[in-house]
């Protein structure tokens, strides 16, 4: 039988009481290369986000447009579709990998047709029913759409989804190396910083971003990116899993094991949140005792499922 | 003040010289001498009182000159006098809109914006002048010294001329410009020249009865250079005029562009027990004091001089550095307690890179000093100081006052200064241990000889020791010089200071060291180290190099630069000869690299190692041809290219962490580990090279070093910050220190609480000590 998977453990308490309502409507458009190497690229880097997000969301909610599937009218559709579909639990990840322009007034995503506009983004985040919805743009010039839909300097706001653009603003006009290294990001290690498992935004945002500046520093080129991130929540949403984390199984003394490491990974998460109310001893005590029940668990998980293989 | 249109005559004032006179500005900031410049009797009768009584005691006359009863130029040059430099200034605007053709104003002008360092306003008021007045000999003058604080010789020789070679100018300004010959004479080491022209000034002073007390202060630079008495020069000058600080700062100047810092602080300490309110002075014995390690008192002097000249640049510069000097850096003594009177070494670090360079800069400064010591039979008599700046710019004022030089490293004797590896970009080819040898070599020439060793001498050791002894050794000479070598531009013996003193052409500087160095290669092969020694101590004694390379090794210059050139030719002949061909090939390598291209990069790569195999700087065509290797799967090919780039002397990073990972998958971990610490000596901030590092020891069970390596790691703020204290933990653990595995397994696991490898050891270790 197949087994159901957290999105991320590390948030686990926040996300508990709606995980068995929540969906993950993930949505991946390749815009135009332009030339065959832009193509080849693009083409890879979707492929990749989506075997990735096959890790984290039901096939049918995964819907990737490249070529003529990704015009303006179909992908309005499509997110005035899921729109109605979800609900204030369900969040929306979107992935735009293309090229961008930028007027000195409005930003453009470059696909077949009349292109997506700053102000259509900005439209279909905010007719996302709840919050906490993201959108990456690996797009050269999208720091302009990153402008337009949170505002400029001290004017910025901070949205209630999470964004990521490749440069720093609409000036940046190079074509980008963040949306290659961003996909790599899901599927790589490196990446998974905390060890959970999961790579969230903040970690695979922090991978390509590194892997830019290490881009560049090794060509001995001067950075023609700089990637941003708004929004709260980054480090808590999960784009990705590395692995299989099982949360139910049907040997009922696995799935009570499994139950436990929950709960306990639950409870190591409320302590790191109280740990200044503590001295630094008292935690650490605390914390060893909790990791080490939890180490014990998978151990038994791992002996039981050893035992239960053919 | 006025506007005024920027003529972009002068570039870097901080370049060493790269002609004739721009020592000049040295000492020009003070209120010179008139030298009969102007010719107001009120205002003449203070100038006399000036300088023949004690500073201050001509006060009084200057403040009755203030008046409004006195043209506005009168009362300018009271202010100036008076060290009221912003009423002077507003007093000259006055006197110019008053008397807009009065070239004299213009003249003066331009003085006070020279004491200043407004060298750009100060040239085109002097031009001002010059257009209202073209036979002006003193706006001549002034005008060839601000250009000499930039890089137009030609224009700086045809104002000079203008007025030296005019019998028909005012002696007094001839008498200046004789002056700035002789200080220009001195500067390249031409003492007979600066001779004959401090002859014909003296004679042209007692002509016209004109001051002779900076002739004098000159007379004793002289004398002191050429190693006799120069007291009764400056006695005399003072005899002339007692207030007259420059008698003693001129010769202290001298003494510290030859390097002979002790006698110049001496000097400058001198200058101002003579006259407190010489900034300058105050300025360059604060400078003197951070030379030799005085830093309290360095920063009296120089905040003293900020005080009283808030103007100089170098002196603002310098009080900032103080500042980081302070706040900043941490002093590490080895060893600790000394195991004699002094400890062998102080490393001066930045706070911030003591916990990634301590190790590596004290393992390499010891085994240099340990080695020079041997080599160049000297035990120092005073710990050797290492200061190590991460910032570029607080390492070039710190070690000539002024920022925005392409310097890595200065030696002031026991002490010297470098940048740090962190001060450079990464992916540039600075190699600080390099840089580290190089100067500690100068320490032991610098030292043995009482400071008395030619440029070309210093350097030439330094270069050859590296080459020899260093941390990567092997013949290092780069493109340019190649080109330089094959175009016959190398000097004669007797002239290869020149080439570091006063460089004709772009990159000769950097030919000269690299001819330095293969002269004492030559030396080395041909007559023995011992030759190279032993003249080193000759120049103890004032000798020449010219009479020590005809004393010790009893060859003339001439035979010498013959057999010199001989060896070049067997060295480099061949090579030389096919250079062309061998930058073509080159260059082919890497187009066709970018071509993605292999077979034809690992072709052209071939070529130019046929011609030219020693060739490693991080251009090389190994590392064309190992990256073509790779691309072409040809995991052998690509590991014997890096094998012979690294022992031949490569060093960049990339390649060798790359060849260590052949190593290690070899299982050849003793060439790891010697690959892996090479790359310590170029790019100690590369986390990668840590992880392997300590991995590698770990796994030929040496924990104490792996502990050491991870620590450096954690010191870099690794990004995985989870993975580096489980290798800590793990190295704690090899050790059966359980706090400190305990401490960093739970600060890894707090990091990342279900990182399996962690929970892993956790429940491991639980179950050995229940």
């Known amino acids: ?310 | 003040m006025m506007p005024r249109p920027c003529k972009s005559i002068l570039k870097n004032t901080a370049l060493v010289a790269a002609f004739s006179i721009a020592g000049w500005a040295e000492t020009a900031s003070a209120r010179d001498h008139l030298y009969g410049a102007l010719d107001n009797p009120d205002l003449l009768n203070c100038e006399t009182q000036r300088w023949s009584s004690r500073p201050g005691e001509a006060d009084k006359c200057y403040r009755a000159l203030q008046s409004l009863e006195y043209p506005p130029l009168v009362r300018a040059e009271a202010f100036w006098a008076l060290g009221d430099l912003q009423n002077a200034n507003t007093a000259f605007q006055t006197a110019q809109n008053a008397e807009p053709e009065n070239a004299e104003v213009r003249l003066r002008w331009g003085e006070l914006f020279m004491q200043t360092f407004q060298y750009q306003e100060a040239y085109n008021l002097f031009a001002e002048a010059l257009e209202l007045d073209p036979e002006n000999a003193y706006a001549h003058i002034g005008a060839a010294g601000a250009l000499a604080q930039g890089d137009n010789g030609e224009e700086v020789n045809a104002h000079m001329m203008t007025v030296v070679e005019n019998a028909l100018a005012p002696a007094g300004a001839r008498l200046r410009g004789l002056v700035m010959m002789s200080r220009s004479a001195m500067q390249q080491d031409r003492y007979e020249d600066a001779r004959e022209i401090l002859d014909e000034a003296q004679e042209l002073a007692q002509e016209n009865a004109l001051p002779r007390m900076e002739l004098n202060a000159l007379e004793a630079a002289l004398a002191f250079m050429t190693h006799q008495p120069h007291e009764q020069f400056v006695e005399a000058a003072l005899a002339e005029a007692p207030g007259y600080g420059d008698a003693w700062a001129i010769p202290a100047y001298f003494a510290d562009i030859t390097r002979r810092y002790r006698e110049c602080g001496e000097f400058y300490g001198k200058a101002i027990e003579v006259q407190p309110d010489h900034w300058e002075a105050h300025l360059e014995l604060g400078v003197n004091q951070l030379r030799q390690n005085q830093v309290s008192i360095a920063r009296e002097h120089v905040q003293i001089a900020y005080e009283g000249d808030p103007f100089n640049p170098k002196t603002v510069n310098m009080l900032r550095l103080l500042d980081t000097f302070i706040e900043d850096m941490q002093v590490l003594n080895f060893p600790d307690p000394p195991q004699g009177p002094f400890p062998t070494l102080e490393l001066r670090l930045d706070k911030k890179e003591t916990g990634i360079l301590t190790n590596y800069a004290r393992e390499l400064a010891m085994d240099s000093i340990n080695l020079y010591r041997e080599r160049y039979r000297f035990e120092p008599k005073a710990p050797v100081i290492v200061e190590i700046y991460p910032n570029h710019e607080d390492f070039v004022v710190r070690s000539i006052g002024m920022p925005g030089v392409g310097i890595l490293g200065v030696t002031f004797g026991y002490l010297f200064a470098m940048d740090s590896p962190i001060a450079h970009p990464r992916g540039e080819s600075y190699h600080w241990g390099t840089t580290l040898w190089h100067e500690m070599a100068h320490v032991f020439t610098l030292e043995a000889s009482n400071h008395l060793v030619p440029r070309w001498y210093s350097e030439g050791i330094s270069v050859f020791e590296e080459w020899r002894t260093g941390p990567i050794p092997g013949r290092k000479i780069p493109n340019n010089v190649l080109q330089a070598m094959a175009q016959g531009k190398f000097l004669s013996i007797a002239e290869l200071d020149d080439g570091f003193m006063r460089p004709t052409y772009e990159d000769q500087v950097i030919v000269s060291y690299m001819q330095a160095g293969l002269v004492f290669e030559f030396i080395d092969i041909e007559y023995g180290f011992d030759k190279i020694v032993d003249m080193l101590y000759l120049f103890r004694d004032g000798i020449s190099p010219v009479e020590a390379i005809e004393q010790v090794m009893e060859i003339s210059v001439r035979d010498f630069d013959r057999h010199f050139k001989q060896f070049i030719d067997i060295e480099y002949g061949p090579m030389l000869s096919s250079m062309g061909v061998w930058q073509e090939d080159h260059r082919a390598s890497y187009a066709a690299l970018e071509e993605e291209n292999w077979e034809e990069a690992v072709a052209a790569a071939e070529r130019a190692n046929f011609v030219y195999p020693d060739y490693v700087e991080v251009d090389s065509p190994y590392i064309a041809m190992a990256r073509a290797y790779s691309r072409l799967g040809d995991e052998e090919n690509e590991f014997l290219t890096l094998q012979t780039f690294w022992e031949k002397g490569g060093y960049a990073p990339r390649a060798l962490l790359a060849l260590a990972d052949r190593y290690i998958e070899r299982d050849m971990q003793d060439q790891a580990h010697e690959v892996l610490k090479d790359v310590i000596w170029a790019d100690p901030y590369n986390q990668e090279l840590h992880v392997k590092l300590g991995d590698l020891y770990l796994e030929r069970n040496q924990p104490k070093e792996a502990l050491e390596e991870f620590r450096v790691l954690l010191a870099l703020d690794p990004v995985d910050k989870a993975a580096a204290n489980l290798r800590m933990a793990r190295a704690y653990q090899a050790l059966n220190d359980m706090d400190g595995t305990m401490e960093y397994l739970m600060t890894a696991l707090d990091i990342a609480p279900q990182y399996r490898d962690a929970q892993m050891m956790l429940l491991e270790l639980s179950r050995t000590t229940e």
């Open chain 1, 1 to 310: 039988m197949a087994n159901r998977t957290l999105p991320s453990l590390c948030c686990f308490v926040a996300l508990l009481p709606s995980l068995s309502q929540a969906a993950l409507y993930i949505t991946i458009v390749q815009g135009l290369g332009g030339q065959p190497e832009y193509d080849s690229e693009f083409t890879e880097s979707r492929e990749k986000i989506e075997a990735a997000s096959h890790s984290m969301t039901a096939a049918e909610n995964i819907s990737s447009f490249n070529g003529e599937s990704a015009s303006r009218e179909n992908l309005l559709k499509h997110f005035a579709d899921i729109t109605a579909r979800m609900n204030e639990d369900d969040r929306a990840a979107i992935y735009l990998v293309g090229h961008g322009s930028f007027d000195g007034e409005t930003y453009k995503f470059n696909i077949p047709g009349p292109d997506l506009s700053d102000t259509d983004l900005k439209n279909i985040l905010e007719n996302f029913p709840g919050q906490n919805h993201f959108l990456v743009n690996t797009s050269s010039t999208s720091g302009a759409m990153l402008e337009s839909i949170v505002g400029e300097g001290e004017e910025a706001s901070n949205p209630d989804y999470i964004i990521v653009s490749a440069t720093r603003n609409g000036n940046e006009r190079n074509s980008t190396h963040f949306g290659r290294f961003f996909a790599d990001a899901l599927t790589n290690e490196e990446a998974d910083l905390n060890k959970n498992s999961t790579v969230s935004i903040e970690e695979a945002f922090d991978f390509a971003t590194r892997s830019v500046e290490s881009y560049f520093e090794e060509a001995g080129r001067l950075s023609t990116e700089h990637a941003q991130l708004r929004g709260d929540g980054a480090a808590q949403f999960s784009l990705s899993r590395l692995s299989e984390i099982q949360i139910e199984s049907e040997n009922p003394v696995i799935n009570d094991l499994l139950q436990q490491r929950l709960a306990l990974d639950a409870e190591i998460e409320n302590l790191q949140l109280r740990r200044n109310q503590m001295s630094n001893a008292e935690y650490i005590q605390q914390l060893q005792a909790l990791v080490l029940r939890s180490a014990e668990l998978s151990e038994r998980i791992e002996n039981q499922q050893g035992s239960a293989a053919p």
